[in-house]
T-cell receptor, first 114, second 111 residues
Framework: DTGVSQDPRHKITKRGQNVTFRCDPISEHNRLYWYRQTLGQGPEFLTYFQNEAQLEKSRLLSDRFSAERPKGSFSTLEIQRTEQGDSAMYLC????????????FGPGTRLTVL | EDQVTQSPEALRLQEGESSSLNCSYT??????LFWYRQDPGKGPEFLFT???AGEEKEKERLKATLTKKESFLHITAPKPEDSATYLCAVPLQGGSEKLVFGKGTKLTVNP
């Protein structure tokens, strides 16, 4: 257990529905990252927060995706109008400082879009 | 162009049969290289960080080394519980705060 928690662990939804995932980072960590991982691939960067500010977003993060980190604590990732291509493992990681510091990952949320 | 390439994609070993996994990278001005272990259905688990060529780190049966173009994860006398996917990652060049992962090497150790 790294101290990073994610909820839910699994989510099955129908195409077109909205889903929201939550990540609770290690409490003293300022940075929080979201990644997406599909079968046979490494995690792909989606976005990151420094405290409550969202500082960088990937091109993978279409306008159907939105992330927040109110008060610089937990973060949520929402996917609107889900598509089958959104099926993946969504991972959250936190770190104390810069990208050169170790990122500690949560257990992930497995999303299946039917 | 892939900036992090791992080989082989999959590796099967017998228990006790030592081997090495490779991670080559093309980013310039390397700011660190990270190794993670990932079990099926779980998040990556941190193993090592290497920052400069010539650096080595060890943990149990694993040793990570770094050169100017690649890193190796040496596994000595592996056990079945070492079976997992091993991922390496580097920060993108140009001051970006993104971490770029390779596709991983799936290691299977047979008893």
């Amino acid at each position: 257990d790294t101290g990073v928690s994610q909820d839910p662990r699994h989510k099955i939804t129908k195409r077109g529905q909205n889903v929201t995932f939550r990540c609770d980072p290690i409490s003293e960590h300022n940075r929080l990252y979201w990644y997406r991982q599909t079968l046979g691939q490494g995690p792909e960067f989606l976005t990151y927060f420094q405290n409550e500010a969202q500082l960088e977003k990937s091109r993978l993060l279409s306008d159907r995706f939105s992330a927040e980190r109110p008060k610089g604590s937990f973060s949520t990732l929402e996917i609107q109008r889900t598509e089958q291509g959104d099926s993946a493992m969504y991972l959250c990681a936190s770190t104390r400082g810069a990208v050169t510091d170790t990122q500690y990952f949560g257990p992930g949320t497995r999303l299946t879009v039917l | 162009e892939d900036q992090v390439t791992q080989s082989p994609e999959a590796l099967r070993l017998q228990e006790g049969e030592s081997s090495s996994l490779n991670c080559s990278y093309t980013v310039s001005g390397l700011r660190g290289l990270f190794w993670y272990r990932q079990d099926p259905g779980k998040g990556p688990e941190f193993l090592f960080t290497l920052y400069s060529a010539g650096e080595e780190k060890e943990k149990e049966r694993l040793k990570a080394t770094l050169t100017k173009k690649e890193s190796f994860l040496h596994i000595t006398a592996p056990k079945p519980e070492d079976s997992a996917t091993y991922l390496c990652a580097v920060p993108l060049q140009g001051g970006s705060e993104k971490l770029v992962f390779g596709k991983g090497t799936k290691l299977t150790v047979n008893p």
